[in-house]
């Protein structure tokens, strides 16, 4: 079994960035890809942003693209998002996810298509 640990997370003004981390540990050489949901109080968790771990492949959520960056260090089996420009509405706790078993683009972009989950970093932002 794979175990996800998410840190980075804070309060930041708007305007400004973090980057979030998750390190993977345990079985990991199972995993396909890794990805970013978020959900803020009384919302839907939202897909945010996912890497296909071999390839590098890069999905993200519409809105996000050009403020947000994931990237991945696949020696120290961590994925990273980058947050720039950030706004009261990206206010979240941003959840780290993992799945072994799905591979198309549709279901990577959303949360059923993981099975492995953290526990979640809270970010928040001040206007």
């Known amino acids: 079994q794979v175990q996800l640990v998410e840190s980075g997370g804070g309060w930041v003004q708007a305007g400004g960035s973090l980057r979030l981390s998750c390190a993977a540990s345990g079985r990991t050489r199972n995993r396909y890809a890794m990805g970013w949901f978020r959900q803020a109080p009384g919302k839907e968790r939202e897909f945010v942003a996912t890497?296909?771990?071999?390839?590098?492949?890069?999905y993200y959520a519409d809105s996000l693209k050009g403020r947000f960056t994931i990237s991945s260090d696949n020696a120290k089996n961590t994925v990273y998002l980058q947050m720039n420009n950030l706004k009261s509405e990206d206010t979240a706790v941003y959840y780290c996810?993992?799945?072994?078993?799905?591979?198309?683009?549709?279901?990577?972009?959303?949360?059923?298509?993981?099975?492995?989950w953290g526990q979640g970093t809270q970010v928040t932002v001040s206007s």
């Open positions: 890497i296909t771990w071999s390839a590098g492949r890069t």
């Open positions: 996810a993992a799945t072994a078993a799905i591979t198309n683009p549709y279901y990577l972009q959303r949360s059923t298509g993981y099975n492995i």
